[in-house]
């Protein structure tokens, strides 16, 4: 248990910030699910931008590395070029 009255709201804050970075890291992997279950190429290159834009903001607050923010979005495009 903290200690110092700093402690228990460093504690605090750290817990406010772990369930909004949670939210944000299932709001990406819904938005990767959006991309990879689209019926077609038209809707999952619509859905593939709304979500790498959602990986740059991400990647931009520090909630995932910018180089899997990258990755992520290469792998999706990828994706996205190969249906028919």
């Known amino acids: 248990m903290p200690q110092h009255k700093s402690a228990e709201k460093r504690t605090r804050q750290n817990e406010t910030r772990r369930m909004r970075n949670v939210q944000k890291r299932s ?43 990258a990755n992520i979005k290469s792998k999706l495009t990828r994706m996205v070029n190969s249906i028919q």
């Open 27 to 69: 709001k990406m992997k819904n938005a990767i699910k959006k991309v990879q279950n689209a019926p077609d190429k038209e809707s999952a290159a619509v859905e593939l931008k709304k979500t790498a834009s959602l990986l740059d903001r991400m990647a931009v607050k520090g909630i995932i590395h910018k180089n899997k923010a």
